[in-house]
C-alpha cells in the first residue's frame, strides 16, 4: 500500500493482529480513532467531530501513512476532491487514513495484496 513503510506496516500489523476481532471496517475505524462521533447531551446534538479517543499509536500509524501516501495519484485526488467539499488540510488527511483503514480491513479479511485501480487477487495459501 502506497505510504506504508517497513516501521508503519509492522506497527499497524501489531495493533490490529489478523483484524479477526473487528466485525466491520467501521469497528476497526473507531478502535483507531478515525471514524467522526456525534456529540450529545439531552437533546443537544452538535454534529460530528474526531474522535479524541481510540488506540493512539495506531490512529498516528494511519494518518503518517496517509500523508506519506500524498504522493501516490489516486490518494492525492482523493485528498484534492476532500479539499474542495471545504475540508481543511488535517480533516482531509483525516478522511484519508479511514479510507486507507477500511481498504487495508479488507485486505485482511480476503488476504489479498493492494493494487492500485485493478481487481485484486487472493493470496495462494
Known amino acids: 500500500m502506497p505510504g506504508v513503510g517497513v516501521r508503519t506496516g509492522?506497527?499497524?500489523?501489531?495493533?490490529?493482529?489478523?483484524?479477526?476481532?473487528?466485525?466491520?471496517?467501521?469497528h476497526l475505524a473507531a478502535?483507531?480513532?478515525?471514524?467522526?462521533?456525534?456529540?450529545?447531551?439531552?437533546?443537544?446534538?452538535?454534529?460530528?467531530h474526531p474522535s479524541r479517543s481510540g488506540n493512539k499509536n495506531l490512529k498516528r500509524a494511519f494518518f503518517l501513512a496517509a500523508f506519506a501516501a500524498l504522493k501516490d495519484p489516486a490518494s492525492?485526488?482523493?485528498?484534492?476532491?476532500?479539499?474542495?467539499?471545504?475540508?481543511?488540510?488535517?480533516?482531509a488527511l483525516i478522511c484519508l487514513a479511514r479510507r486507507r483503514c477500511d481498504v487495508l480491513y479488507a485486505m485482511l479479511r480476503d488476504g489479498t495484496t493492494y493494487q492500485s485501480g485493478r481487481p485484486v487477487t487472493p493470496i495462494a495459501a
Request: hydrophobic share 35%; no cysteine.
Open 76 to 91: 492525492r485526488a482523493y485528498n484534492d476532491r476532500k479539499r474542495a467539499e471545504g475540508k481543511r488540510h488535517n480533516a
Open 31 to 48: 478502535y483507531a480513532g478515525l471514524a467522526p462521533v456525534m456529540r450529545r447531551s439531552g437533546t443537544s446534538i452538535r454534529g460530528e
Open 10 to 26: 509492522a506497527r499497524i500489523l501489531l495493533e490490529v493482529g489478523d483484524a479477526s476481532s473487528f466485525a466491520t471496517p467501521g
